[in-house]
Every structure is written in structure tokens, then in C-alpha cells.
């Protein structure tokens, strides 16, 4: 079993060295343009889907001032997402992104980080708000084969429409005895944890068990830990028709899925 992890993590270090075959036609669709990220920087948007370096700017909106992957955060302009580029830096919620105004970017990207949200579809409708109208949304989501929620199913546009109809916050728990269950730790040993702080370039973080994943499940709202949902290609293509989105690429990594579409 050990040999899988490592042949996993092998892959995954692959995944984030090259840029995506097609990467060219998601640079074209940033050039020169100002853009605003959702829970960045990230490393794909550096390599794997390099488009920081097209844009003209990019800044980033993060929930809170300090959060277990970017570390201490200050608001202003300390965005600092490649190569000694600087944008602003928002603290702010992704579902709420009231201190920027309406129409203010040509594109917004988030990677990894939707999953987090327990009401995707107020985040994802917050985030169009501040997008010109023919701009363009970046989503980037897990795939859950290569991570802990492979046993997990993939979370139904319905349950998703419920979330927003009912107005869920993020403080909502309703999946956490499922990720408890189902989360399958054997993806999340030392070992690996080490790889992947490797690949990531990111600090190492010790493996989860149920109680520890209970504890930091409560204090998700603090932490945004929890992956809530499980997202693929078919669930995205619901979300962007749900907003009225015109889809426009569309690629897979060995990782994550990512997609693209218009705001009409």
C-alpha cells in the first residue's frame, strides 16, 4: 500500500511541474487583464495553469488573517503571488465580498478552495457580482480519486440549490459526520503528508484520525478545513448554467478539474 502512496504523490509532484497541455488558451484569456483570487496564492496558477504571469494584476481575497495555509495575513496591498508581484490583499469571506465593489475585475480564479465553501453557489453568485460582465471565472476543484474524499460521492446540484435556498452559513456542519466516516485516512499518512508538503511547497502538517479530524471539524468556521462537497465536470457545468454562464474550456490533471466559463 505504501508503494501506492508513493506511485500518488509521484504523480502529483508531475502534476504540479508542467503547465497543462492547453495551458496557452487560458493565458490568452487573462492577458493583460486585472483579475481577483479566491484563497490564493496558489501554486497552480503559477505552473500548472500559469496565468499570474499573463495577467496584468491579481489580487486576493483570503477569509481571515491568518489561515492554515498562507500563515499571518495583512489587508492591503501584501498580495504577494509570484515573483515579487504585489495585489491588494482582501480579508474578507468568500461569500461575502462586500468591501469590493460591483463589476470590478475581468476575471476571477479560485483553486482548491470551493470544496471549503458550505454554501458554493452564494460564493460562487458573490463572486460574479464583482466580474464584468464578459468576464471570465476560473474553477479549479479537487478530484476526489487523488485525495481523502475518494470514498465520498459526489455532491448533487439539488443539495447544492438547497444550500442556497435555505441560506447555509459557513459555520453549517452537516457534513462533518460524513467526512469523519468517509474521509479515508490512509490518504493522509505522514508520509505522504511530508510528500505533499514538498510538492506544495508548503509546511508539513501532521496526519488526521477521527478525532482529530472531529476536533478540527468543529472548528471548521475558524479553520475552513473541511471539504464540505465533492465537485466533477458535470457538477460545474450545472453551476455554471445555473448562473447563465457560457462554458468555455475545460481540462483535467491527474489532481483537479478545471473549467471556465463567461459571465453573459
Aim: hydrophobic share 35%; charged share 25%; with cysteine.
Amino acid at each position: 500500500m505504501q508503494q501506492n502512496y508513493l506511485e500518488l504523490a509521484r504523480r502529483i509532484r508531475r502534476s504540479f511541474r508542467l503547465p497543462v497541455a492547453d495551458h496557452r488558451a487560458y493565458e490568452d484569456i487573462v492577458r493583460d487583464k486585472a483579475g481577483l483570487e479566491i484563497g490564493g496564492p496558489s501554486e497552480i496558477f503559477r505552473r500548472v495553469l500559469p496565468i499570474y504571469e499573463a495577467a496584468k494584476s491579481v489580487d486576493g481575497v483570503n477569509f481571515g488573517p491568518q489561515t492554515m495555509w498562507e500563515g499571518q495575513l495583512v489587508e492591503g496591498q501584501t498580495y504577494k503571488y509570484m515573483n515579487g508581484r504585489i495585489g491588494r490583499q482582501y480579508i474578507c469571506d468568500a461569500t461575502d465580498l462586500g468591501s469590493i465593489g460591483a463589476d470590478s475585475y475581468d476575471f476571477v480564479a479560485s483553486s482548491n478552495n470551493l470544496e471549503h465553501i458550505a454554501n458554493p453557489l452564494k460564493a460562487v453568485g458573490e463572486w460574479l457580482r464583482v466580474l464584468r460582465t464578459g468576464g471570465y471565472l476560473f474553477l479549479v476543484l479537487p478530484r476526489k480519486e487523488s485525495n481523502f474524499d475518494r470514498k465520498r460521492n459526489v455532491t448533487t446540484f439539488e443539495h447544492l440549490l438547497d444550500d442556497l435556498q435555505k441560506g447555509t452559513s459557513e459555520r453549517d456542519l452537516t457534513h462533518l459526520e460524513e467526512i469523519i466516516e468517509r474521509h479515508d485516512y490512509a490518504m493522509d499518512p505522514p508520509l505522504m503528508r511530508r510528500l505533499m508538503s514538498l510538492v506544495t511547497l508548503r509546511g508539513y502538517r501532521p496526519a488526521m484520525n477521527p478525532e482529530t479530524m472531529r476536533q478540527r471539524g468543529i472548528a471548521n468556521f475558524e479553520n475552513r478545513g473541511l471539504h464540505h462537497h465533492v465537485f466533477d465536470h458535470d457538477l460545474l457545468a450545472r453551476i455554471f448554467g445555473h448562473f447563465g454562464m457560457k462554458p468555455i474550456l475545460k481540462t483535467s490533471t491527474s489532481t483537479d478539474y478545471i473549467a471556465v466559463a463567461r459571465k453573459i
